[in-house]
T-cell receptor
Framework: EAEVAQSPRYKITEKSQAVAFWCDPI?????LYWYRQILGQGPELLVQ????????DSQLPKDRFSAERLKGVDSTLKIQPAELGDSAMYLC????????????????FGQGTRLTVV | TQLLEQSPQFLSIQEGENLTVYCNSS?????LQWYRQEPGEGPVLLVT?????EVKKLKRLTFQFGDARKDSSLHITAAQPGDTGLYLC????????????FGRGTQLTVWP
């Protein structure tokens, strides 16, 4: 069964350092999402890609966060510099949904990266 | 402001009891999904509902989409400890972007 792959699973970093997360979506999925989740709460969207293009980054703190999906396949989310408040689970998800297409949006999630900033 | 409100936020019950979790909004959704998430893992899709009034069953779980497509419920019959987890609802408003809006979740604990 196809899965969304994320790495690393866990990351501890000191504040002001740079950190990067990687995601490989399910093959053929056009849409890729990055979410941040505080313990015990629902995921909050950071950025959404359609193929290699960003279609929604309105909630991404662009002064320190960046994301790319250069070839429309795998993606990297970077934080520089990391702050204590960035400690959270970072989730990647993918969906078959194409922009402008009809049909339900079902997202399939990776296992996430648990980030701790100290 | 949360687009999808889930209630209750926490639920702690004994094995064998029944329970219902609610997901409400003032907005209309073209589809709504329910996910379950275990500690340290990503959410896992349980079901998608797309038609107003639709009812779907997954073993002991029953999902219902409101007639007006603004709300949904998840009912679990004879809960088991393996049902413990964070239950999340997520909705698609049918925009061209296909954005998913998540509720804050219901943390369910089922004691043996």
């Amino acid at each position: 069964e196809a899965e969304v792959a994320q790495s690393p699973r866990y990351k501890i970093t000191e504040k002001s350092q740079a950190v990067a997360f990687w995601c490989d979506p399910i093959s053929g999925h056009a849409t890729l999402y990055w979410y941040r989740q505080i313990l015990g709460q629902g995921p909050e969207l950071l950025v959404q890609f359609q193929d290699e293009s960003v279609v929604d980054d309105s909630q991404l703190p662009k002064d320190r966060f960046s994301a790319e999906r250069l070839k429309g396949v795998d993606s990297t989310l970077k934080i520089q510099p990391a702050e204590l408040g960035d400690s959270a689970m970072y989730l990647c998800a993918s969906s078959r949904r194409r922009r402008g297409a009809s049909g339900s949006t079902e997202a399939f999630f990776g296992q996430g990266t648990r980030l701790t900033v100290v | 402001t949360q687009l999808l409100e889930q209630s209750p936020q926490f639920l702690s019950i004994q094995e064998g009891e029944n329970l219902t979790v609610y997901c409400n909004s003032s907005s209309v959704f073209s589809s709504l999904q329910w996910y379950r998430q275990e500690p340290g893992e990503g959410p896992v899709l349980l079901v998608t509902v797309v038609t107003g009034g639709e009812v779907k069953k997954l073993k002991r779980l029953t999902f219902q989409f409101g007639d007006a497509r603004k709300d949904s419920s998840l009912h679990i019959t004879a809960a088991q400890p393996g049902d413990t987890g964070l239950y999340l609802c997520a909705g698609d408003r049918g925009s061209t972007l296909g954005r998913l809006y998540f509720g804050r979740g219901t943390q369910l604990t089922v004691w043996p």
